[in-house]
């Protein structure tokens, strides 16, 4: 049996409003969603896109014409929503956000009852649903009734502050310069921070959804700004969000911006020093740094496909302290297994308190190894193809847990995979070899290049 087209990508349903598609069919995507649901009440939130307050509105009429109660939270940050959800008691969640996409873009995530993305089966559920046409609909006397929910934000915080050794962070007095990046965090993480006693000098901290300011994502590229103001103000540390929060990167008081696999590591081994053994969960593309950090205390690393929600799901199966990705997205399992931008920024303030020393030095015993990431144009219809021809060619040890994972040896890989949102395939490869990590991506590229056009 051939399913219904898919709406979702790796990350919930992303489009452009008005292009892609218009407002009927997100009352119709929404309608599904109710549909699915059943029951009530359903938290609504949106990230601080242009398009982001007219889609709550169809999403929210879509969800009461099913007859559902829908109870609207506002701009948040996605896992202020998520924690919320969970916390909360609610039936389920819609967040509004195109995460860190350009501001052309939004989408709709929808998340259960445990505050963590839908899993995969259950989208395929909604898909089916609109694609047949089978959503409910509410008689006259049964619509659902929309209502404000204010407690978010606060519940949120008070979720992460909990968790954290606020005195050892006081006691510091830090000063940490947070670039909001226009987003949504820009409503959290400045409160966060002065709850625990630092001394906040905010970038681009108004909302604003054109992000004017470096954009709405991220990247070691693009926090020039924030590098810089970490040097001025003589900040003990940077970080950087992306636009709905999930997501963050950190700059030493040097200005060096650490990729995310670099942070996470150093957040799961702060965590694993406080629970030896337990086990952290990342994809197939995060750095070996992993391991090298988290087998000395006899941690367990598990991978998975890339996508967050791979992540968190594994995360509840397997009752997992941290989980990572390369791109900043770390989830802290006794919080949500979700990506959390606040909470990651409270973790590393606390393993920072921990230790006398600046934060440059407790990066500089993070291993580090020679990476590139580069991709090739490749239709969505040859993915598939290609990928079979990719391993066909890959020789030695092979992972087959997302496209085509080979390690020429100990210490060095090569990944090759379909993006899930795009017509590409993905190259990432890591080395401690320089030389080595060269002559991988020139041979594998010339395969990836040819099986593209197979
Ligand atoms: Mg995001």
Redesign the pocket.
Same mark, same amino acid.
């Given at each position: 049996m051939v399913g219904a087209p898919r709406l979702f990508g790796t990350n919930g349903i992303r489009f452009r409003p008005g292009v892609d598609f218009g407002l009927d069919t997100v009352v119709r995507i929404a309608e599904a969603i109710g549909t699915f649901f059943a029951t009530s009440p359903i938290l609504l939130a949106h990230d601080g896109r242009l398009s982001s307050p007219t889609l709550e509105r169809a999403v929210a009429s879509g969800l009461l014409g099913v007859g559902l109660q829908v109870r609207r939270a506002g701009l948040l940050p996605?896992p202020a929503l998520q924690y919320g959800t969970h916390k909360l008691g609610y039936r389920g969640a819609v967040m509004i956000t195109a995460?860190?996409n350009p501001p052309e873009y939004n989408g709709i995530k929808v998340m259960s009852a445990d505050g963590v993305e839908i899993p995969r089966p259950e989208e395929v559920e909604i898909e089916q649903l609109y694609a047949d046409g089978a959503t409910r609909r509410a008689d006259w006397a049964h619509v659902g009734t929309v209502t404000d929910e204010n407690r978010v934000v606060e519940t949120y915080l008070d979720g992460i502050l909990d968790l954290i050794d606020r005195k050892q962070v006081r006691a510091r007095h830090f000063t940490v310069v947070l670039d909001v990046g226009n987003g949504a965090q820009a409503v959290a993480a400045p409160y966060l921070l002065e709850e625990l006693g630092c001394k906040v000098v905010t970038l681009n901290g108004q909302v604003d959804g054109n992000f004017p300011g470096r954009g709405a994502e991220p990247t070691p590229d693009n926090l020039a700004a924030l590098s810089e103001t970490v040097r001025a103000t003589g900040a003990e540390l940077g970080v950087a969000y $992306?636009? $709905?929060g $999930?997501?963050s990167l950190f700059c030493d008081e040097k200005g060096i911006v650490h990729w995310g696999d670099r942070s996470g590591a150093l957040l799961a081994q702060h965590v694993l020093k406080r629970q030896r053994g337990a086990t952290i969960v990342t994809t197939v593309s995060t750095s070996q740094v992993v391991e090298d950090v988290a087998l000395p205390l006899g941690g367990r690393v598990v991978r998975t496909r890339v996508g967050s929600i791979e992540v968190s799901r594994r995360m509840l199966e397997l009752d997992a302290l941290f989980g990572l990705e390369e791109n900043g997205g770390c989830f802290y399992g006794p919080h949500l297994s979700v990506r959390d931008g606040a909470m990651t920024t409270a973790l590393m303030l606390e393993t920072l308190a921990t230790q006398k020393v600046p934060a440059s030095a407790r990066f500089a015993e993070i291993r580090r190894y020679h990476q590139t990431k580069t991709k090739f144009p490749c239709p969505a219809e040859r993915k598939e193809k290609a990928v079979a021809y990719i391993a066909e060619r890959a020789r030695g040890r092979v992972d087959r847990t997302d496209g085509v994972k080979l390690w020429l040896n100990d210490h060095s890989w090569i990944l090759m995979r379909p993006s899930g949102t795009e017509p590409l395939i993905r190259v990432f490869a890591e080395s401690d070899d320089p030389k080595t990590l060269e002559a991988m991506v020139r041979k594998y590229a010339h395969v990836v290049a040819e099986a593209t056009k197979k």
């Open positions: 996605t995460s860190h $992306d636009g $709905d $999930d997501r």
